[in-house]
Each structure stands twice: as structure tokens, then as C-alpha cells.
């Protein structure tokens, strides 16, 4: 990537060696950011081996003008690491034109004022994880619970109800299955290094993966023609996506509905799942936080009061700024434009560093605390906290996403007592990792369930 001088006055040079910069990188995302911050300053280089470099910011005032640049001089990066995963026509790689159209079709399924329908879905999807009818055991005391599993499975049960309507529990399985293995298929080293995407005769990881989104694609195409051919209408977003129609009265082809459905369930629910690790996790290395929320719940609440509650909310934002789970926002050039003081131009690349804007000093004092106060002390603008990104291509499924943490959260601290096992109660934080879509946990923290407050409220005593 070819810049000239920042800001400061220093040539921008690509850190050197490559390698080694993106091993460092894999391995802890966020320290990587803060070292090259305190290094470089802001902003500095960053290069992807196979997929060119970046000039990454992490001001608000670097966002602000990056997510305010005219829009005709934008497009997704490509190639781009997730494109096996989404297809070439998910609105995540689509530009111009084409995303303004399918973004225009998209948008009315995600609307703020649809998701109302979906809070019951989410508190029972946590309620079957809880009974054990997930993919994990019962929460009885004694038990150790998985919480990257278990928050996979009721984000991914969420997702798949949200998207296709999926109640049946054995297609719900078959779906599951389907997805994990999908997901599972597509390794870091796929993702992040092209040149090891080769067949060979049916066994190498880039075949398995293939194989595996090819069952997937199965499934969806069968959905697709079922409903096609039964006329029916429904609430769910499949419905919604054969009914729409594009200003020119076409409608979305078979190839890109599978895309953009992929895209929801890749998109939609390992990102929420993540966020919601790290909430049970803070919360259970803060004590005076957990404590402070349970006093705000309200086991016998309907689950939409989950969204009306401060500290609740709090908790979300102060999560999602310590762990975004999407940690850089991309935007490639199509023409010259300078940012914080940089002149690039068409075909180059710019970013912005989420944990660094949720970590500039002069917003965030005490940065590396975990204090859902702040967000009940200070109302924080768009480009010093944007964790779903934003401008033209925000986060679509963001209040999908919040009415997930709200409802989930409430639901599980208002029906259980959890300890962290020893090994999270007191080691150091695990590390942050690129897995598919979102940056996560890079091992499941396990916690231990103590008790049951909602025992008695809700479930059948026998299941326990
Ligand atoms: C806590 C959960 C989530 C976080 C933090 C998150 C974050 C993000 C971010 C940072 C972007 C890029 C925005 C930009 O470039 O400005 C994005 C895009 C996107 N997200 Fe999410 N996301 C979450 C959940 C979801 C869910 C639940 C769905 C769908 C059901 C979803 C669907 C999408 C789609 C389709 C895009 C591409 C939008 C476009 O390019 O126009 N996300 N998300």
C-alpha cells in the first residue's frame, strides 16, 4: 500500500516482517492494536498477507471521517477473508448500486419495530438451554456449563427461527448440524490464507469445507422451493425476502436468497453469542455489577421489560465496548481521500481499530475497566462507540442483537446462580481470536451453576 507521509510527519511504512505482524495479530487481536498504537500512534499501517494492507484509525475523529466519506468512494474490501463463507452475493461484499438495492430489500426484516415478535423466541431458546434440551447438560446445581456452547446454540436457535421459521425440533437439529459443521469446516488458517484453499481428491480441509457448505446450500435450496411452491406467506424473513421485490418489480434469484441467508445465520448469530460470553463473564469477576443487575431483574417480567432496564443495558454497552466482537470496520477506496492526515487512494484500503475508539483516553477514563456505570453517567456519539459500525453499511441485524443480549442476560441471571470455575475466577482473561465472522473467546469459559432461583417458577419440577 503505497501513503504518503501522516500527519505527523513520518513516512507510513507497512510493518516488516509481514508475517510475523499478522501471527501477532491472530494471536491477540486487541493487544496487537494497542502495541502499534502506542508504537506508530494514530493512525498506522496494518498488512493481511493474501488480502493487501490497511490504514487503520482508532480516534472519533478518525472515525468520524471515515464513516462520513461520500459514499460513491467506498466498497467492502476484496478479496475478503469470510467471501467462502457468505458468497459473492451477500449484501457484506455487495457495492454501489447493488448494496443500496439489497440493503433497501433487507432492512424492513430488522426494523427496530419487528424484533418485539422475537423476544419470546429468545427467552425460550434460552429456557431449552437451560432444561438441558440444547446442546448442552441441565443448569442443576453441580452441573458445568459450556458457555460458549451454550450461548452458540441459543443464538443459532434464535437465528435459524428469526430467518427461516425453523420450529420443527428434528429439521431445528438437522439445521444445527448442518451449521456447526459448516462453520467449523471453514479453519482460521482457511480464512486468513488463500493460497491453502485446494482440493485434494475430496480430503483436504478446503474440500471438507466445501462438502460442508454444500449440505448446508441443500437444505436452504429445499427450503427455498418448499415455500416457493406452497405460496404460503409467513412472518419470518425468508417470507419476506420471496415476497419483496426490487423497485423494478424483479425478485431476489435462488443464488442470491441462499447467499444473503447464509449470510444472516453466519452474520447473525456467533457475533451476539460472543458478546454474550464476555457479559456472563465480566459480570462474574465483578461481583458489585452482578449484584447491582440482579437487583434490577424481575424474574416474573414479560421478556420485552428486559429492554427497559438502565443497568441491563449498561452492561450490554460496556461489553460490547471492551469486546467488540467485530473488531475492524473496512471500507476500500475507489478514488483519492485523505484520512487523519493521509492521502490514499483508489484501491487502497482503511479501517477503523473498534477496541482502540473504545479505549481513546480522552473518552474512556480508566479504559480497561469494566464499569457499566459510564454509560449511565455520559451519552457516547457514534464515532466513539460503534461497535456495529456504521454510516451506510451499520450493522443490520443491531436490534436484533440487543433484544438477544437484553433478553438472554435477564433470562439466564434471573433463573440461575453461576460461579466461574476456578481456572476463569481468578487466571488471566482468555484471549480474543478471530473465529468465522466475530472475534470471540478463544476457549469456552466454563462456569459452575450453584443454584437455581427460578426453579420453581417456570419449569416442571421434575426436569430438575
Ligand atoms: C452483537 C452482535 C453484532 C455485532 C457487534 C455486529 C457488528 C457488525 C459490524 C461492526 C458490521 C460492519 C459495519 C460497518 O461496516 O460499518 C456488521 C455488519 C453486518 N451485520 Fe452485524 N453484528 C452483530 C450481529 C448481527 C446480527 C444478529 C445480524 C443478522 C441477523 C447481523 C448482520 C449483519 C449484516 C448483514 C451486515 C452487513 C451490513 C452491510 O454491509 O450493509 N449482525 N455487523
Redesign the pocket.
Known amino acids: 500500500m503505497n501513503v504518503s507521509a501522516g500527519a505527523h510527519g513520518k513516512p507510513l511504512r507497512a510493518p516488516r516482517p509481514a508475517l510475523a505482524h499478522a501471527l501477532a495479530a491472530s494471536v491477540d487481536f486487541q493487544r496487537y492494536f494497542h502495541w502499534r498504537r502506542a508504537r506508530d500512534g494514530d493512525p498506522f499501517l496494518v498488512g493481511f498477507p493474501g488480502f493487501g494492507g490497511g490504514l487503520f484509525t482508532g480516534s472519533p475523529a478518525g472515525a468520524r471521517e471515515l ?1 462520513r466519506a461520500p459514499l460513491e468512494l467506498m466498497v ?1 474490501p476484496l478479496p475478503n477473508p469470510i467471501e467462502p463463507l457468505v458468497g459473492p452475493a ?5 457495492r454501489d448500486q447493488r ?1 443500496r438495492r ?2 433497501a430489500l ?1 432492512a424492513p426484516a ?1 426494523h427496530r419495530a419487528r424484533m418485539t415478535q422475537y423476544a419470546e423466541a429468545i427467552r425460550d431458546s434460552v429456557r431449552e438451554e437451560m432444561d438441558g434440551r440444547g446442546a448442552g447438560p441441565p443448569w442443576r446445581p453441580g452441573a458445568r456449563i459450556d458457555a460458549r456452547t451454550a450461548a452458540r446454540a441459543i ?1 443459532l436457535r434464535v ?1 435459524l427461527g ?2 427461516l421459521g425453523i420450529e420443527s425440533p428434528s429439521r431445528r437439529a438437522e439445521y444445527i448440524a448442518a451449521v456447526m459443521r459448516f462453520l467449523s469446516t471453514f479453519s482460521e488458517p482457511l480464512m486468513l490464507v488463500p493460497s491453502l484453499r485446494r482440493s485434494a481428491f475430496g480430503h483436504s480441509p478446503w474440500d471438507r469445507f466445501l462438502a460442508a457448505r454444500d449440505h448446508l446450500d441443500t437444505l436452504l435450496r429445499a427450503e427455498i422451493e418448499t415455500r416457493r411452491a406452497a405460496c404460503t406467506s409467513g412472518t419470518d ?1 425468508l417470507a419476506m425476502l420471496l415476497a419483496a421485490r426490487y423497485d423494478d418489480g424483479a425478485a431476489l434469484t435462488d443464488d442470491e436468497l441462499l447467499d ?1 441467508l447464509r ?3 453466519v ?3 456467533e ?2 453469542a ?2 454474550l460470553v464476555w457479559a456472563l463473564y465480566r459480570l462474574h469477576r465483578h461481583p458489585h455489577a452482578l449484584h447491582r443487575l440482579r437487583a434490577e431483574l424481575d424474574p416474573d417480567a414479560e421478556p420485552l421489560a428486559a429492554l427497559e432496564l438502565p443497568y441491563l443495558d449498561a452492561v450490554c454497552s460496556e461489553t ?1 465496548r471492551l469486546h ?3 473488531p ?4 476500500r477506496l475507489t478514488g483519492p481521500f485523505t484520512l487523519c492526515g493521509v492521502e490514499l487512494g483508489a484501491g487502497d484500503t482503511m479501517g ?1 481499530a ?1 477496541p482502540l475508539l473504545h479505549s481513546d483516553p480522552a473518552v474512556w477514563p480508566d479504559a480497561a475497566s469494566f464499569r457499566p456505570e459510564r454509560f449511565l453517567e455520559r451519552h457516547y456519539g457514534p464515532f466513539e462507540f ?13 436490534a ?3 433484544y ?2 437484553h433478553i438472554a442476560l435477564a433470562t439466564i441471571l434471573s433463573r440461575s446462580e453461576l460461579a466461574l470455575t476456578p481456572r476463569y475466577a481468578r487466571g488471566p482473561r482468555p484471549l480474543s481470536v478471530p473465529h468465522n ?2 472475534t470471540g473467546p478463544r476457549a469456552g469459559i466454563t462456569f459452575n451453576v450453584l443454584s437455581r432461583p427460578g426453579q420453581n417458577r417456570d419449569l416442571p419440577h421434575s426436569s430438575f
Open positions: 464513516l467492502p451477500s449484501l457484506i461484499l455487495a448494496h439489497d440493503r433487507l430488522f443464538t437465528i428469526a430467518v424473513i444473503q449470510t444472516l445465520v452474520a447473525g448469530h457475533t451476539t460472543t458478546v460490547l467488540p466482537p467485530v475492524i470496520v473496512l471500507r477503523i473498534v460503534a461497535p456495529y459500525g456504521g454510516g451506510h453499511r451499520r450493522c443490520l441485524g443491531a436484533l442483537a440487543d438477544e443480549l465472522i466475530a
